[in-house]
Nanobody, 122 residues
Framework: QVQLVESGGGLVQPGGSLRLSCAAS????????LHWYRQAPGNQREFVAG???????TYAGSVKGRFTISRDNAKNTGYLQMDSLKPEDTAVYYC????????????????WGQGTQVTVSS
């Protein structure tokens, strides 16, 4: 089984920065496409950013130019660097990824992390 564990959330003032990490562990063989989503209270979960294994990135319009997604394939870890944070960025941030495990290396399954809270407030 593969687990995704997010870390790096917290409370930050408007204009500040945070760096989220998403570490894959367990019987992982390979981490494929990786995405970050977020969900604010009363809202639906929304796409934030995505990165392929080869490094191609996509961003939601609301975070483009402020957030940067990256990954370290050797560590099976993804990152989300968040700069110029705004109060409207406040949400629980979730990591989502396709991955194969050592029992079936050619089969990709989709996994979610448990989420990490990001609060932007003065």
């Amino acid at each position: 089984q593969v687990q995704l564990v997010e870390s790096g959330g917290g409370l930050v003032q408007p204009g500040g920065s945070l760096r989220l990490s998403c570490a894959a562990s367990g019987s992982i063989f390979s981490l494929d496409d990786l995405h970050w989503y977020r969900q604010a209270p009363g809202n639906q979960r929304e796409f934030v950013a995505g990165i392929t294994r080869g490094g191609t990135t996509t961003y939601a319009g609301s975070v483009k130019g402020r957030f940067t997604i990256s990954r370290d394939n050797a560590k099976n870890t993804g990152y989300l660097q968040m700069d110029s944070l705004k109060p409207e960025d406040t949400a629980v941030y979730y990591c989502n990824a396709d991955a194969s495990d050592t029992r079936a290396i050619t089969v990709l399954h989709n996994y979610w992390g448990q989420g990490t809270q990001v609060t932007v407030s003065s």
